[in-house]
Nanobody, 125 residues
Framework: QVQLVESGGGSVQAGGSLRLSCASS????????MGWFRQAPGKERERVAL?????????FLADSVKGRFTASLNNAKNTINLQMNSLKPEDTAMYYC?????????????????WGQGTQVTVSS
C-alpha cells in the first residue's frame, strides 16, 4: 500500500500561483504512475495532470490547465509537484494526489487505486 500526503493548497486571488506537493511513502517502488485529480462542488472528479514514474514524463494534462499548470516528479524524494500559475476561479476545487500500480495506462483514471486526503484550492475573483 502507498500512502500519499498532499500539501500546498490555500486561497489565492485570480492570477496568482500555488504549488502543490504530494509525498508518497510505504511501498513506493510499486507506483507506476502518479498524478493530480480535482473535484469541484457539484462536479465529478476530473484528471488534471498525470505522470509516468519511469521517465517522469507528463502523459496527460487537462486542456483547461495547459499553459498554466506544470507537473513534475522528484524521484529521489518520492514526490510529485503541481505548479499552478495564472489561477482562475474555475480552478477552485479539492485537489487529490493519486498513484497507480503497474504496468497500466497512466492516462486512464481507472488505473489509480491509492489516494491522498486532498488539499483545498480556492481562487477568488
Amino acid at each position: 500500500q502507498v500512502q500519499l500526503v498532499e500539501s500546498g493548497g490555500g486561497s489565492v486571488q485570480a492570477g496568482g500561483s500555488l504549488r502543490l506537493s504530494c509525498a508518497s511513502s510505504g511501498y513506493t517502488h510499486i507506483s507506476y504512475c502518479m498524478g493530480w485529480f480535482r473535484q469541484a462542488p457539484g462536479k465529478e472528479r476530473e484528471r488534471v495532470a498525470l505522470i509516468y514514474i519511469g521517465n517522469g514524463n507528463t502523459v496527460f494534462l487537462a486542456d483547461s490547465v495547459k499553459g498554466r499548470f506544470t507537473a513534475s516528479l522528484n524521484n529521489a524524494k518520492n514526490t510529485i509537484n503541481l505548479q499552478m500559475n495564472s489561477l482562475k476561479p474555475e480552478d477552485t476545487a479539492m485537489y487529490y494526489c493519486a498513484a497507480a500500480q503497474g504496468p497500466t495506462i497512466c492516462s486512464d483514471p481507472s488505473s489509480y487505486n491509492s489516494w491522498g486526503q486532498g488539499t483545498q484550492v480556492t481562487v477568488s475573483s
